[in-house]
């Protein structure tokens, strides 16, 4: 199984701020198959970003993603009032699929 | 639009049964793998099982495996996990989610709660 680890477990930043925020896998992940979700409270999550760097349908672009092999990386250039959220990564390279255990960024 | 509605979700004692349903919308529902995500209220996230668009493709989280059958009918347009012998672990939202094959799982239903306690 592919462990992946996200930090920091929170972030705690102002609006107009940028966010990074880091996905290491405990294997190589071709980086076609890592995705990253944002969750808002009370909300199902939301597809951001797939194959590390490209954008979901509707997702602005001061969201963007890199990285490869076992590290990747999601940043928020300017956070917005409504980036505040839980963002989790996730592979779906092999079975079992698994997530990150997520980054709450908060306002600070 | 697309639209995945979940229903079914309860309270059940251990060692009970529930079914879960899927209504899909806005989109060729038999042209898409679907899977069943959940997540503990104010945890993570977990992969519980996935159907391919072919029905026999079938698959399953070790933590579920022997107990959860995943089924879809394509005529209506409905996803289905049976869940037999519940336990107080699987407790959870549990999400209908659609996956854009080979890419990510892009639509999300809005959850509906499941819990197991006498």
């Known amino acids: 199984e592919i462990v992946l680890t996200q930090s920091p477990g929170t972030l705690s930043l102002s609006p107009g701020e940028r966010a990074t925020l880091s996905c290491r896998a405990s294997q190589s992940v071709s980086s076609s198959y890592l995705a990253w979700f944002q969750q808002r409270p009370g909300q199902p999550p939301r597809l951001l970003m797939y194959?590390?760097?490209s954008r979901a349908t509707g997702i602005p672009d001061r969201f963007s993603g890199s990285g490869s092999g076992t590290d990747f990386t999601l940043t928020i250039s300017r956070l917005e009032p409504e980036d505040f959220a839980v963002y989790y990564c996730?592979?779906?390279?092999?079975?079992?699929?698994?997530f990150g255990q997520g980054t709450k960024v908060e306002i600070k | 639009e697309v639209k995945l509605v979940e229903s079914g979700g309860g309270l059940v004692q251990p060692g009970g049964s529930l079914r879960l349903s899927c209504a899909a919308s806005?989109?060729?529902?038999?042209?898409?793998?679907m899977y069943w995500l959940r997540q503990v209220p104010g945890k993570g996230l977990e992969w519980v099982s996935a159907?391919?668009?072919?029905?026999?493709?079938?698959f399953y989280a070790d933590s579920v495996k022997g107990r959860f059958t995943i089924s879809r009918d394509n005529s209506n347009n409905t996803l289905y996990l049976q869940m037999n012998s519940l336990r107080a672990d699987d407790t959870a939202v549990y999400y209908c989610?659609?996956?854009?094959?080979?890419?990510?799982?892009?639509?999300w239903g809005q959850g509906t709660l499941v819990t197991v306690s006498s």
């Open positions: 159907i391919g668009v072919s029905v026999t493709a079938t």
């Open positions: 996730q592979q779906f390279e092999s079975l079992p699929w698994t």
């Open positions: 989610v659609r996956r854009d094959y080979p890419g990510p799982l892009d639509y």
């Open positions: 194959s590390a760097s």
């Open positions: 806005g989109f060729t529902f038999s042209s898409y793998a």
